[in-house]
């Protein structure tokens, strides 16, 4: 009789992580995950019905950690400045002490594995859209498409932390992010959202 | 989350849904298999099977009787 082991399990996942991140999705087969696992290919089908399962309870266990992350010390009421600060710095810190999570986030958000009906959406949504909207009734921000908030609120953001996680830009070979640097952005984000 | 002693795992030559055809009424109808699967994708083609009181060599004994090859996959 076979046991449920939390140790093999969290094994299996961390290195199936691994494998996608090197190797693109086609680059994971079961019996690879068992060799780099120290598993049997018996046991990871305990755990999972099918690579298609495991990459989806992959998506949703790393989905839920991000929306953990990115929800600390965060509320919908917070005010726009305030509460776009707490997600950069969430989601800074998601990025620096889960980069492997967040590489197989990007990767499988850009493949069609994420239409499967697996896959589930996170209270993190709902909690971003209250927060939105409670900045417009407010006064704190123009009202625009959700597209043009992300690229203005999110894709700035990501932009620069891309140069600091990169450690060079088109300027340096060695560019570091600072909190003020991030707050003049956030300024000129906060500027460029305001109503006319 | 299913009970993992409820889990059987095979090694079998199930390599396409015509293959899985020949199997699936044997396998939807017999009482104690609450799930099964084939994962056409790996190369072991690994038939997962979850029921409570099923013994391996039955299950094995069923899927070889039918033609397909059949072993617990360790």
């Not at chain 1, 996608?20 to 060799?35: H, N, P, T």
């Not at chain 1, 598993?39 to 266990?61: C, F, G, H, Q, W």
């Not at chain 2, 104690?32 to 994962?39: A, F, L, R, S």
């Not at chain 2, 033609?67 to 617990?72: F, K, P």
Request: net charge negative; with cysteine; charged share 25%.
């Amino acid at each position: 009789m076979r046991v449920r082991d939390e140790q093999k399990e969290s094994a299996i996942r961390e290195k199936a992580m691994e494998m996608i991140v090197a190797e693109g999705f086609d680059g994971l087969s079961m019996q690879k995950l068992a060799r780099a696992a120290n598993v049997s290919p018996a046991t990871i089908y305990i755990y999972y019905k099918n690579r298609e399962d495991l990459l989806n309870s992959l998506y949703n266990m790393v989905n839920h950690t991000f929306a953990e992350v990115a929800l600390d010390k965060f509320s919908p009421e917070l005010i726009l400045e305030e509460g776009l600060w707490v997600q950069w710095k969430n989601r800074m810190k998601f990025i620096l002490e889960y980069p492997v999570y967040f590489q197989f986030f990007e990767q499988f958000r850009n493949s069609p594995l994420i239409h499967h009906e697996d896959v589930k959406s996170s209270e993190f949504k709902e909690n971003m859209i209250a927060f939105v909207r409670n900045a417009i009734k407010r006064g704190e921000m123009k009202k625009m498409e959700p597209e043009i908030f992300w690229s203005l609120a999110f894709g700035t953001f990501y932009s620069l932390l891309k140069f600091h996680v990169q450690g060079k830009s088109m300027m340096t070979d060695n560019y570091k992010v600072t909190d003020a640097k991030m707050k003049a952005l956030l300024q000129m984000v906060i500027k460029a959202l305001k109503p006319e | 989350m299913e009970n993992t002693a409820h889990i059987h795992v095979f090694k079998t030559n199930i390599q396409s849904e015509v293959d899985k055809v020949a199997i699936r009424d044997l396998l939807d109808s017999h009482h104690q298999i609450e799930k099964w699967n084939v994962d056409y994708e790996d190369i072991d083609c690994v038939l997962r099977i979850v029921s409570p009181s099923i013994a391996p060599q039955e299950i094995i004994q069923l899927i070889t009787s039918n033609g397909y090859h059949c072993q617990e996959l360790d």
